[in-house]
């Protein structure tokens, strides 16, 4: 899902001119290739997606004539063009995550919160994924044959990968890099929410916030689920996996979520450095 285009066209949906703005000047400073074209309604979006083809779309929540979901909606439903990643912009967006209000028409999610430096970072996941500069993922899959395959699909794009068959032999590896003095050890842990065993994903997502009270950016957690339930989903988020990817796994879309955890975690412990803490 993510995109690989020299000069992208990216339409930028939003009800407020300064967010327009705003995220037009972060988009021409980290892809100075594209083409940021700015809509302040769901109809406008509509009239420029029939005038032309667009690489990505960002929309707010809410919108003065609609909100962003009914727009992702349309998009699917009337445009002709192969598919079109679709990311919902909002202060509201990760309370939107949690409550599993963001349907499949939206491609993926960014909190205002992050800020516009993180913003970046996350639309040039999509348009130029091969800036990432690669990472380490700690990786926890008991099926083997799994854990293999998918350690040559993320291997491809860069990452290196430490695999653990469990949650004790992940925790066995996180007692280690501090004792080594390397904490956490890895830029993102990704991990199966069923495990073999007497502890699971969940419990690994909870030891990792409680028991070595990493915080999300100190040690971002990414799930993988084929639980369709949108409360255990929400409980998932609640208890601090920063992200979900349900299975069928999509390689592209398990890449980029990856991806920016990794450069989003960084930019976080760059920013927590500079204040001190």
Do not use: W
Request: hydrophobic share 45%; aromatic share 4%.
């Amino acid at each position: 899902m993510y995109l690989n285009c020299d000069n992208p066209r990216i339409l930028v949906v939003d009800g407020s001119k300064l967010t327009r703005t705003l995220i037009a000047q972060v988009l021409a400073k980290a892809l100075p290739r594209a083409e940021v074209v700015a809509c302040a309604s769901g109809e406008e979006a509509a009239r420029m997606l029939e005038a032309g083809a667009v690489d990505l779309v960002t929309t707010a929540l809410q919108l003065p004539d609609m909100d962003g979901l009914a727009l992702a909606r349309h998009i699917r439903e009337h445009t002709p063009q192969a598919y079109i990643p679709i990311v919902v912009i909002s202060g509201e967006a990760q309370d939107a995550l949690e409550s599993r209000r963001l349907t499949d028409d939206v491609t993926d999610y960014f909190d205002k919160a992050l800020g516009m430096d993180a913003l970046a970072a996350f639309i040039r996941g999509y348009v130029a994924p091969e800036q990432t500069g690669g990472g380490e993922v700690l990786y926890v899959e008991d099926s083997r044959v799994v854990a293999m395959a998918t350690r040559r699909m993320l291997e491809k794009h860069g990452l290196t990968i430490s695999h653990c068959a469990g949650v004790e032999e992940a925790q066995a590896r996180l007692d280690a890099a501090i004792a080594e003095g390397r904490a956490p050890g890895a830029d993102v842990l990704l991990t199966d929410v069923y495990l073999k065993g007497e502890l699971s994903g969940k419990d690994l997502v909870r030891l990792i916030r409680t028991r070595y009270r990493y915080g999300k950016g100190q040690l971002p957690i990414v799930v993988m689920t084929g639980d369709a339930n949108p409360d255990n989903q929400s409980e998932l988020l609640r208890m601090g996996a920063n992200d979900l990817v349900l299975k069928p796994i999509d390689e592209r879309r398990l890449v980029t979520k990856l991806l920016f955890q990794i450069r989003l975690g960084r930019l976080q412990r760059q920013r927590a450095a500079a204040c001190g803490q």
